[in-house]
């Protein structure tokens, strides 16, 4: 209870697996970037169930209560991961999307500011939470939601992601803040 691990156990063949069913776009959205676009993945019936089975196996005895996943692929991994976990499932969406009463962060883009939000009743204070998204670049979009979580008492015990872009710094941001974070395959 409580651990946290510090490598998935993703074997080699199944990481190749992996990388093979991720897409690459490249010049999207702007030229000089190549988008890893993991539908294709999810796509895959088997690369989709390692994906899932790797997502949920470091954190099955790690008491996670609550499984945050940032819109749109965090939840369709959330929501799987969750269920694997037996946690529940919170989505951190875009400002304006949800019905009820909701806490919001406002962070910065390259291009301008967005907004994400969640629930005011998602999780109670004190709650075990998993963030998960599919991919980590700069950290932006992560770093505003472990403040979101932060902000209404969650213990974001970490951030797990499918990709990680580790020379954009992302993970070292969340690491820096206190919290873990692990990726699947890093390009």
């Not at 010049?27 to 989709?48: E, H, K, M, S, W």
């Not at 819109?71 to 499932?89: H, P």
């Not at 951190?92 to 910065?108: C, F, M, N, Q």
Request: glycine share 12%; net charge negative; hydrophobic share 45%.
């Amino acid at each position: 209870s409580g651990v946290i691990p510090t490598l998935y156990a993703v074997n080699e063949t199944e990481r190749q697996l992996l990388q093979r069913a991720i897409r690459v776009i490249p010049d999207y959205p702007q030229p000089g970037v190549q988008f890893r676009d993991i539908t294709t993945l999810l796509n895959d019936a088997q690369a989709f169930a390692i994906l899932i089975r790797e997502l949920v196996r470091p954190w099955r005895d790690a008491g996670i209560d609550e499984v945050a996943g940032i819109e749109a692929r965090g939840f369709i991994l959330g929501g799987a991961v969750a269920y694997g976990l037996g946690a529940g499932f919170v989505p951190i969406r875009k400002k304006g999307k949800l019905p009820h009463t909701t806490v919001s962060v406002a962070y910065s883009l390259e291009y301008g500011i967005d907004t994400i939000e969640m629930h005011t009743d998602a999780i109670r204070a004190g709650e075990r939470v998993l963030l998960l998204d599919d991919l980590i670049a700069t950290g932006g979009s992560a770093g505003a939601a472990v403040q979101l979580l932060r902000g209404v008492g969650a213990n974001v015990i970490a951030a797990a992601f499918v990709i990680e872009l580790p020379a954009l710094g992302g993970s070292s941001k969340l690491t820096t803040d206190g919290v873990p974070t692990h990726a699947l395959l890093s390009f």
